[in-house]
T-cell receptor
Framework: GENVEQHPSTLSVQEGDSAVIKCTYS??????FPWYKQELGKRPQLIID?????GEKKDQRIAVTLNKTAKHFSLHITETQPEDSAVYFC??????????FGAGTTVTVRA | KAGVTQTPRYLIKTRGQQVTLSCSPI?????VSWYQQTPGQGLQFLFE???????NKGNFPGRFSGRQFSNSRSEMNVSTLELGDSALYLC??????????????FGPGTRLLVL
């Protein structure tokens, strides 16, 4: 099955700096890559997603890039704010209605 | 639109018992997926239902089962509970039309503690 690896497991950044989280996937048939943010005690919430026919997608301070050849995708958060502190999960899916998640990255934004 | 809801929110059971968790999807969503979240294993896929049919299943023992009703509400059941079943059980709903992965929206989860 699909195996998604996520790095780093923890990330501490100064407020205003950028944060980058990287994921690799194993199944070349995967074509949908969402990112979820989970605050402590809350449900995972989608923050951005990308499909395999697109190389990059941006939404305000958040962007995702996808390299299909290398089978990796990355989340970029610019101008980080304290409310960006959370656990971020990447996931991959092909047309089988199943999300395979990375292990998560705990992001801490220092004020 | 109301979001995905799950009941109960918290459960405490003892080993050997069974438990049933419920999930109500967003109105109009016919796909419901279930995930187990633990600190050690992260988020793991259990199964997915669409129009009362299971379309995919993860690598969990047969003690984990589910079903979906005609109104798209779904239940999952865990029989003969083990300590390792303690986890947050999340369901997610989506439109998930045939052959197209749509956004999955998660419920708040049911936290199960097995003693």
């Amino acid at each position: 099955g699909e195996n998604v690896e996520q790095h780093p497991s923890t990330l501490s950044v100064q407020e205003g700096d950028s944060a980058v989280i990287k994921c690799t996937y194993s199944d070349s048939a995967s074509n949908y890559f969402p990112w979820y943010k989970q605050e402590l005690g809350k449900r995972p919430q989608l923050i951005i997603d990308i499909r395999s026919n697109v190389g990059e997608k941006k939404d305000q301070r958040i962007a995702v890039t996808l390299n299909k050849t290398a089978k990796h995708f990355s989340l970029h958060i610019t101008e980080t704010q304290p409310e960006d502190s959370a656990v971020y999960f990447c996931a991959a899916s092909k047309e089988d209605y199943k999300l395979s998640f990375g292990a998560g990255t705990t992001v801490t934004v220092r004020a | 639109k109301a979001g995905v809801t799950q009941t109960p929110r918290y459960l405490i059971k003892t080993r050997g018992q069974q438990v049933t968790l419920s999930c109500s999807p967003i109105s109009g969503h016919r796909s419901v997926s279930w995930y187990q979240q633990t600190p050690g294993q992260g988020l793991q896929f259990l199964f997915e239902y669409f129009s009362e049919t299971q379309r995919n299943k993860g690598n969990f023992p047969g003690r984990f089962s589910g079903r979906q009703f005609s109104n798209s509400r779904s239940e999952m059941n865990v029989s003969t509970l083990e300590l390792g079943d303690s986890a947050l059980y999340l369901c997610a709903s989506s439109l998930n039309r045939q052959g197209w992965q749509e956004t999955q929206y998660f419920g708040p989860g049911t936290r199960l503690l097995v003693l």
